[in-house]
Protein backbone atom coordinates (compact mmCIF):
# COMPACT_ATOMS: atom_id res chain seq x y z
CA UNK A 1 0.00 0.00 0.00
CA UNK A 2 1.38 3.62 -1.13
CA UNK A 3 1.25 6.39 1.71
CA UNK A 4 0.08 9.14 0.10
CA UNK A 5 0.35 11.50 2.87
CA UNK A 6 4.40 10.28 2.63
CA UNK A 7 4.60 10.73 -1.01
CA UNK A 8 3.54 15.07 -0.88
CA UNK A 9 6.33 16.18 0.18
CA UNK A 10 8.78 17.16 -2.71
CA UNK A 11 5.90 16.58 -5.95
CA UNK A 12 3.90 18.69 -7.77
CA UNK A 13 1.66 20.66 -6.83
CA UNK A 14 0.30 19.69 -10.59
CA UNK A 15 -0.27 22.84 -12.06
CA UNK A 16 -0.37 22.01 -15.98
CA UNK A 17 -1.45 18.71 -17.50
CA UNK A 18 -0.52 18.42 -21.05
CA UNK A 19 -2.45 16.22 -23.20
CA UNK A 20 -1.47 14.68 -26.76
CA UNK A 21 -4.42 14.37 -28.14
CA UNK A 22 -2.71 13.18 -31.27
CA UNK A 23 1.32 13.30 -32.38
CA UNK A 24 -0.02 13.99 -36.23
CA UNK A 25 1.03 16.77 -37.72
CA UNK A 26 0.06 19.05 -40.33
CA UNK A 27 3.46 20.53 -40.85
CA UNK A 28 7.18 19.07 -41.19
CA UNK A 29 9.18 21.79 -38.96
CA UNK A 30 12.87 20.94 -39.14
CA UNK A 31 12.91 21.47 -35.53
CA UNK A 32 10.51 19.30 -34.03
CA UNK A 33 11.72 17.18 -31.33
CA UNK A 34 9.05 14.66 -32.72
CA UNK A 35 9.86 12.02 -34.80
CA UNK A 36 8.90 11.75 -38.36
CA UNK A 37 7.21 8.50 -37.53
CA UNK A 38 5.41 10.33 -34.58
CA UNK A 39 4.21 13.34 -36.30
CA UNK A 40 2.77 11.09 -39.49
CA UNK A 41 0.63 8.87 -36.76
CA UNK A 42 -3.00 9.73 -36.60
CA UNK A 43 -3.98 7.81 -33.49
CA UNK A 44 -6.23 10.43 -31.21
CA UNK A 45 -6.64 10.11 -27.52
CA UNK A 46 -9.60 8.41 -26.57
CA UNK A 47 -11.84 10.01 -23.84
CA UNK A 48 -11.76 6.96 -21.80
CA UNK A 49 -8.04 7.90 -21.46
CA UNK A 50 -9.08 11.23 -20.46
CA UNK A 51 -11.50 10.35 -18.06
CA UNK A 52 -9.30 7.90 -16.22
CA UNK A 53 -6.58 10.72 -16.10
CA UNK A 54 -8.76 13.46 -14.62
CA UNK A 55 -10.50 10.60 -12.38
CA UNK A 56 -6.94 9.88 -10.96
CA UNK A 57 -5.84 14.11 -11.44
CA UNK A 58 -8.71 15.55 -9.38
CA UNK A 59 -8.52 12.87 -6.39
CA UNK A 60 -4.39 13.00 -6.21
CA UNK A 61 -2.73 14.16 -3.39
CA UNK A 62 -0.82 16.04 -5.77
CA UNK A 63 -3.05 18.25 -6.94
CA UNK A 64 -2.82 22.53 -6.07
CA UNK A 65 -5.80 24.83 -6.23
CA UNK A 66 -5.75 25.33 -10.31
CA UNK A 67 -5.05 23.83 -13.19
CA UNK A 68 -4.29 24.37 -16.64
CA UNK A 69 -4.94 21.75 -19.49
CA UNK A 70 -2.90 22.05 -22.39
CA UNK A 71 -3.24 20.46 -26.03
CA UNK A 72 0.61 20.23 -27.74
CA UNK A 73 2.63 17.95 -28.92
CA UNK A 74 1.20 17.31 -32.20
CA UNK A 75 -1.01 20.20 -34.15
CA UNK A 76 -4.37 19.64 -32.32
CA UNK A 77 -6.82 21.31 -34.43
CA UNK A 78 -5.96 18.79 -37.01
CA UNK A 79 -8.95 17.08 -35.01
CA UNK A 80 -12.49 18.28 -35.02
CA UNK A 81 -14.04 20.54 -32.34
CA UNK A 82 -16.80 18.35 -31.19
CA UNK A 83 -13.59 16.25 -30.27
CA UNK A 84 -12.72 18.79 -27.95
CA UNK A 85 -16.56 19.87 -26.64
CA UNK A 86 -16.27 16.26 -25.46
CA UNK A 87 -13.08 16.49 -23.87
CA UNK A 88 -13.71 19.66 -22.15
CA UNK A 89 -17.29 18.33 -21.23
CA UNK A 90 -15.15 15.11 -19.69
CA UNK A 91 -12.49 16.77 -17.56
CA UNK A 92 -15.35 18.98 -16.25
CA UNK A 93 -17.57 16.67 -15.15
CA UNK A 94 -15.17 14.01 -13.96
CA UNK A 95 -13.85 17.17 -11.95
CA UNK A 96 -17.75 18.21 -10.81
CA UNK A 97 -18.22 14.60 -9.55
CA UNK A 98 -14.96 14.11 -7.49
CA UNK A 99 -13.18 15.02 -3.77
CA UNK A 100 -12.31 18.40 -5.65
CA UNK A 101 -15.42 20.28 -7.25
CA UNK A 102 -13.94 23.82 -6.24
CA UNK A 103 -10.47 22.93 -8.29
CA UNK A 104 -10.31 25.83 -10.88
CA UNK A 105 -9.43 24.10 -14.25
CA UNK A 106 -8.93 25.86 -17.76
CA UNK A 107 -7.70 25.05 -21.01
CA UNK A 108 -5.54 25.81 -24.16
CA UNK A 109 -4.33 24.63 -27.22
CA UNK A 110 -0.86 25.41 -28.96
CA UNK A 111 -1.17 25.15 -32.66
CA UNK A 112 0.25 26.41 -35.69
CA UNK A 113 -3.07 28.58 -36.81
CA UNK A 114 -2.84 27.26 -40.10
CA UNK A 115 -6.38 25.25 -39.96
CA UNK A 116 -8.35 27.79 -38.34
CA UNK A 117 -11.25 28.39 -39.96
CA UNK A 118 -15.02 29.19 -39.47
CA UNK A 119 -15.64 26.42 -36.92
CA UNK A 120 -12.67 26.77 -34.86
CA UNK A 121 -13.51 30.54 -34.59
CA UNK A 122 -17.29 29.73 -33.35
CA UNK A 123 -15.48 26.93 -30.97
CA UNK A 124 -13.38 29.72 -29.36
CA UNK A 125 -15.40 32.08 -28.84
CA UNK A 126 -17.96 29.69 -27.41
CA UNK A 127 -15.67 28.81 -25.13
CA UNK A 128 -14.28 32.10 -23.99
CA UNK A 129 -12.73 32.80 -20.77
CA UNK A 130 -12.47 29.02 -20.21
CA UNK A 131 -9.78 28.04 -23.20
CA UNK A 132 -7.24 29.98 -24.57
CA UNK A 133 -4.72 29.43 -27.39
CA UNK A 134 -1.03 29.82 -28.28
CA UNK A 135 0.45 30.56 -32.03
CA UNK A 136 3.46 29.17 -33.43
CA UNK A 137 4.88 31.76 -35.96
CA UNK A 138 8.36 32.57 -36.57
CA UNK A 139 7.88 35.85 -38.06
CA UNK A 140 7.76 37.35 -41.72
CA UNK A 141 7.24 34.29 -44.50
CA UNK A 142 11.40 34.38 -45.12
CA UNK A 143 12.14 33.46 -41.47
CA UNK A 144 9.46 31.86 -40.66
CA UNK A 145 9.24 29.14 -44.02
CA UNK A 146 13.16 28.37 -43.85
CA UNK A 147 11.79 25.57 -41.26
CA UNK A 148 7.92 25.42 -40.87
CA UNK A 149 7.32 23.60 -44.04
CA UNK A 150 4.23 20.89 -44.73
CA UNK A 151 4.64 17.72 -45.49
CA UNK A 152 5.35 18.13 -49.73
CA UNK A 153 8.34 21.19 -48.29
CA UNK A 154 5.83 24.24 -49.23
CA UNK A 155 5.40 27.09 -47.24
CA UNK A 156 3.05 27.41 -44.41
CA UNK A 157 3.27 31.14 -43.69
CA UNK A 158 0.64 32.38 -45.72
CA UNK A 159 -1.93 29.69 -43.51
CA UNK A 160 -0.58 30.67 -40.36
CA UNK A 161 -1.04 34.36 -41.26
CA UNK A 162 -4.88 33.62 -42.53
CA UNK A 163 -5.27 31.92 -38.87
CA UNK A 164 -3.94 35.22 -37.12
CA UNK A 165 -5.69 37.57 -39.04
CA UNK A 166 -8.99 35.42 -38.38
CA UNK A 167 -8.46 35.16 -34.83
CA UNK A 168 -8.02 38.77 -34.60
CA UNK A 169 -10.94 40.05 -36.83
CA UNK A 170 -13.16 37.78 -34.84
CA UNK A 171 -11.53 39.66 -31.03
CA UNK A 172 -10.24 36.07 -30.24
CA UNK A 173 -6.80 37.00 -27.99
CA UNK A 174 -3.84 34.27 -28.45
CA UNK A 175 -0.03 34.32 -27.40
CA UNK A 176 2.52 33.73 -30.01
CA UNK A 177 5.68 31.62 -29.45
CA UNK A 178 8.11 31.69 -32.26
CA UNK A 179 11.40 30.11 -32.76
CA UNK A 180 15.01 32.41 -33.70
CA UNK A 181 16.94 30.65 -35.78
CA UNK A 182 20.41 31.75 -36.57
CA UNK A 183 19.01 33.50 -39.70
CA UNK A 184 16.73 35.78 -37.80
CA UNK A 185 19.35 36.71 -35.09
CA UNK A 186 20.68 39.54 -37.23
CA UNK A 187 16.71 41.00 -37.89
CA UNK A 188 15.10 41.62 -34.99
CA UNK A 189 13.45 44.55 -36.63
CA UNK A 190 11.78 42.24 -38.62
CA UNK A 191 9.93 40.54 -36.07
CA UNK A 192 8.67 43.75 -34.12
CA UNK A 193 7.57 45.06 -37.78
CA UNK A 194 5.79 41.51 -38.40
CA UNK A 195 3.98 41.38 -35.33
CA UNK A 196 3.33 44.55 -34.83
CA UNK A 197 -0.25 44.28 -36.59
CA UNK A 198 -1.40 41.76 -34.14
CA UNK A 199 -0.21 43.40 -31.43
CA UNK A 200 -3.73 44.26 -29.77
CA UNK A 201 -4.74 40.54 -29.43
CA UNK A 202 -1.36 38.89 -28.70
CA UNK A 203 -1.53 38.16 -24.78
CA UNK A 204 2.33 37.27 -24.23
CA UNK A 205 5.02 36.41 -27.11
CA UNK A 206 7.44 34.41 -26.39
CA UNK A 207 10.73 33.45 -28.50
CA UNK A 208 12.70 30.08 -28.19
CA UNK A 209 16.38 29.31 -29.41
CA UNK A 210 17.45 25.50 -30.94
CA UNK A 211 20.50 26.42 -30.69
CA UNK A 212 21.54 22.73 -30.04
CA UNK A 213 21.24 22.36 -33.95
CA UNK A 214 23.54 24.78 -34.94
CA UNK A 215 25.94 24.02 -31.93
CA UNK A 216 27.63 20.85 -32.34
CA UNK A 217 30.47 21.36 -30.02
CA UNK A 218 30.75 20.55 -26.25
CA UNK A 219 33.24 23.70 -25.66
CA UNK A 220 32.55 27.03 -24.90
CA UNK A 221 34.88 28.70 -27.09
CA UNK A 222 32.59 26.52 -30.12
CA UNK A 223 29.28 28.32 -29.04
CA UNK A 224 30.93 31.93 -28.54
CA UNK A 225 30.29 32.95 -31.77
CA UNK A 226 26.58 32.35 -31.83
CA UNK A 227 26.72 33.69 -27.94
CA UNK A 228 27.69 36.91 -29.41
CA UNK A 229 25.21 36.81 -31.66
CA UNK A 230 22.29 36.17 -29.54
CA UNK A 231 23.43 39.08 -27.42
CA UNK A 232 23.43 41.44 -30.24
CA UNK A 233 20.04 40.26 -31.29
CA UNK A 234 18.69 41.07 -27.34
CA UNK A 235 20.46 44.55 -27.14
CA UNK A 236 19.07 45.70 -30.44
CA UNK A 237 15.85 44.52 -29.31
CA UNK A 238 15.79 46.06 -26.06
CA UNK A 239 16.75 49.14 -27.79
CA UNK A 240 14.08 48.81 -30.25
CA UNK A 241 11.29 48.17 -28.00
CA UNK A 242 12.43 51.19 -25.66
CA UNK A 243 12.56 53.59 -28.66
CA UNK A 244 8.81 53.25 -29.07
CA UNK A 245 8.91 53.21 -32.25
CA UNK A 246 7.09 49.76 -32.22
CA UNK A 247 3.60 48.60 -30.71
CA UNK A 248 4.90 45.46 -29.10
CA UNK A 249 3.29 43.04 -26.68
CA UNK A 250 4.26 41.84 -23.70
CA UNK A 251 7.29 39.83 -24.13
CA UNK A 252 7.40 36.61 -21.61
CA UNK A 253 11.20 36.45 -21.84
CA UNK A 254 12.03 39.52 -20.37
CA UNK A 255 8.95 39.88 -17.74
CA UNK A 256 10.28 35.98 -16.90
CA UNK A 257 14.01 37.27 -16.26
CA UNK A 258 12.74 40.47 -14.78
CA UNK A 259 10.34 38.48 -12.07
CA UNK A 260 13.15 35.52 -10.93
CA UNK A 261 15.66 38.85 -10.81
CA UNK A 262 13.33 41.20 -8.12
CA UNK A 263 11.53 38.15 -6.25
CA UNK A 264 12.14 38.28 -2.50
CA UNK A 265 14.88 36.33 -1.19
CA UNK A 266 12.08 34.39 0.75
CA UNK A 267 10.41 33.85 -2.33
CA UNK A 268 12.88 33.01 -4.62
CA UNK A 269 13.32 29.02 -4.40
CA UNK A 270 10.12 28.85 -5.52
CA UNK A 271 11.51 30.21 -8.66
CA UNK A 272 14.60 28.24 -9.16
CA UNK A 273 15.59 25.24 -11.66
CA UNK A 274 14.91 22.80 -9.15
CA UNK A 275 11.10 24.21 -8.20
CA UNK A 276 10.71 24.47 -11.82
CA UNK A 277 10.89 21.08 -12.55
CA UNK A 278 9.69 19.57 -9.48
CA UNK A 279 8.18 15.78 -10.38
CA UNK A 280 4.58 16.11 -10.85
CA UNK A 281 4.28 20.25 -11.24
CA UNK A 282 3.85 19.45 -14.54
CA UNK A 283 2.49 16.24 -15.66
CA UNK A 284 2.39 15.15 -19.83
CA UNK A 285 0.20 11.95 -20.98
CA UNK A 286 0.52 11.25 -24.07
CA UNK A 287 -1.98 9.63 -26.42
CA UNK A 288 -1.63 6.06 -25.33
CA UNK A 289 -1.53 7.05 -21.93
CA UNK A 290 1.79 7.04 -20.68
CA UNK A 291 2.92 9.64 -18.51
CA UNK A 292 5.94 12.15 -18.32
CA UNK A 293 6.53 14.80 -15.68
CA UNK A 294 9.32 17.35 -14.49
CA UNK A 295 8.57 19.49 -17.43
CA UNK A 296 7.06 19.14 -20.46
CA UNK A 297 8.34 17.31 -23.56
CA UNK A 298 10.52 14.34 -22.16
CA UNK A 299 8.68 12.29 -24.93
CA UNK A 300 10.28 8.96 -25.96
CA UNK A 301 11.37 10.77 -29.17
CA UNK A 302 12.93 13.51 -27.19
CA UNK A 303 14.97 10.80 -25.25
CA UNK A 304 17.02 9.66 -28.86
CA UNK A 305 19.66 7.82 -27.76
CA UNK A 306 18.57 7.78 -24.09
CA UNK A 307 15.49 5.61 -23.93
CA UNK A 308 17.21 2.73 -21.87
CA UNK A 309 19.06 4.99 -19.64
CA UNK A 310 16.86 3.50 -16.97
CA UNK A 311 17.09 -0.19 -17.91
CA UNK A 312 12.96 -0.24 -19.64
CA UNK A 313 13.30 1.19 -23.23
CA UNK A 314 10.70 3.45 -22.28
CA UNK A 315 12.71 6.88 -21.82
CA UNK A 316 11.94 9.10 -18.80
CA UNK A 317 8.29 7.88 -19.08
CA UNK A 318 7.61 6.43 -15.75
CA UNK A 319 3.81 4.98 -15.88
CA UNK A 320 0.75 4.59 -17.58
CA UNK A 321 -2.04 5.83 -16.75
CA UNK A 322 -4.49 3.81 -17.47
CA UNK A 323 -2.75 0.88 -15.36
CA UNK A 324 -1.30 3.13 -12.44
CA UNK A 325 -2.30 5.58 -10.01
CA UNK A 326 -0.33 9.07 -9.56
CA UNK A 327 0.82 7.84 -6.45
CA UNK A 328 1.93 4.33 -7.76
CA UNK A 329 4.09 6.39 -9.93
CA UNK A 330 5.32 8.41 -7.37
CA UNK A 331 6.38 5.46 -5.03
CA UNK A 332 8.17 4.06 -8.11
CA UNK A 333 11.54 3.06 -8.04
CA UNK A 334 11.74 4.50 -11.72
CA UNK A 335 10.74 7.94 -10.69
CA UNK A 336 13.30 7.74 -7.50
CA UNK A 337 15.79 7.00 -9.67
CA UNK A 338 15.25 9.99 -12.02
CA UNK A 339 15.18 12.35 -8.90
CA UNK A 340 17.92 11.55 -7.80
CA UNK A 341 19.70 12.28 -10.99
CA UNK A 342 18.00 15.53 -11.50
CA UNK A 343 18.73 16.19 -8.06
CA UNK A 344 22.16 15.56 -8.92
CA UNK A 345 22.03 17.86 -11.91
CA UNK A 346 20.49 20.93 -9.96
CA UNK A 347 22.99 20.75 -7.19
CA UNK A 348 26.06 20.63 -9.07
CA UNK A 349 24.60 23.77 -11.17
CA UNK A 350 23.50 25.21 -7.53
CA UNK A 351 26.97 25.27 -6.46
CA UNK A 352 28.98 25.96 -8.86
CA UNK A 353 26.92 28.48 -11.10
CA UNK A 354 26.63 32.48 -10.31
CA UNK A 355 23.28 32.29 -12.47
CA UNK A 356 21.32 29.26 -11.01
CA UNK A 357 18.66 31.94 -9.29
CA UNK A 358 17.75 33.40 -12.81
CA UNK A 359 17.83 29.64 -14.14
CA UNK A 360 14.54 28.16 -14.85
CA UNK A 361 16.03 24.56 -15.89
CA UNK A 362 14.92 21.97 -18.02
CA UNK A 363 19.08 21.13 -19.40
CA UNK A 364 19.34 18.37 -17.56
CA UNK A 365 18.76 15.45 -20.56
CA UNK A 366 20.96 17.77 -22.58
CA UNK A 367 23.67 17.32 -19.81
CA UNK A 368 23.92 13.94 -19.96
CA UNK A 369 23.55 14.15 -23.92
CA UNK A 370 26.58 16.63 -23.80
CA UNK A 371 28.40 15.11 -20.99
CA UNK A 372 27.45 11.75 -20.29
CA UNK A 373 26.61 12.50 -16.79
CA UNK A 374 24.27 14.43 -14.81
CA UNK A 375 26.73 15.73 -12.78
CA UNK A 376 28.02 18.51 -14.99
CA UNK A 377 27.24 22.03 -15.15
CA UNK A 378 27.46 23.97 -18.03
CA UNK A 379 26.51 23.41 -21.51
CA UNK A 380 26.37 25.71 -24.83
CA UNK A 381 22.96 25.80 -24.36
CA UNK A 382 22.51 27.18 -20.79
CA UNK A 383 25.70 29.26 -21.44
CA UNK A 384 23.36 30.79 -24.44
CA UNK A 385 19.95 30.88 -22.89
CA UNK A 386 20.67 31.83 -19.66
CA UNK A 387 24.11 33.31 -19.10
CA UNK A 388 24.16 34.95 -22.72
CA UNK A 389 20.51 36.00 -22.10
CA UNK A 390 20.76 37.10 -18.09
CA UNK A 391 24.56 38.97 -19.39
CA UNK A 392 22.42 41.07 -22.38
CA UNK A 393 19.76 42.08 -19.97
CA UNK A 394 21.69 43.17 -17.09
CA UNK A 395 24.04 45.59 -19.54
CA UNK A 396 21.02 47.04 -20.92
CA UNK A 397 19.37 47.36 -17.96
CA UNK A 398 22.41 49.36 -16.47
CA UNK A 399 23.38 50.82 -19.79
CA UNK A 400 19.81 52.48 -19.30
CA UNK A 401 20.60 53.82 -15.63
CA UNK A 402 23.49 55.51 -16.39
CA UNK A 403 22.20 56.94 -19.57
CA UNK A 404 19.36 58.44 -17.20
CA UNK A 405 21.88 59.82 -15.10
Same mark, same amino acid.
Given at each position: ????????? !?????????????????????????? #???????????????????????????????????????????????????????????????????????????????????????? %???????????????????????????????????? =??????????? !???????????????????????????????????? %???????????????????????????????????????????????????????????? #???????????????????????????????? =???????????????????????????????????????????????????????????????????????????????????????????????????? !???????
Amino acid at each position: MVNDKALVS !GFGPIEMVVLQGTSYCNLNCSYCYLS #EESRRHSATMTLETIQRAFEEVTSSPFTGSRLRVSWHSGEPLVLKPDYYRAAIETVLNVRDGSPRPDLVIDFDFQTNATLINAAWIEF %FKEYEGLVTLGVSCDGPAELHDRHRKNWSGRSSHAA =TERGMQALSEA !GIPFDVTAVISPDGLDEPELFLAYFEPFVPFIREFH %FNLHDELFIDTRDRAGASSYVMRYKAFLSRLLDLIASGNYKTPKIRNFASFYNRLFVPAA #ERPSYDARSMSAPFKTVSIEMNGDLTTFYAGL =TLDECGDQKNLYGDGRGLVIGNILESSLSEMAGSEKLKLMMHDFETSHSACESSCDYFDVCSGGYNLIKLRRHGTFGATETPECLVHVKAFADAVLEHMS !GSLQAAG
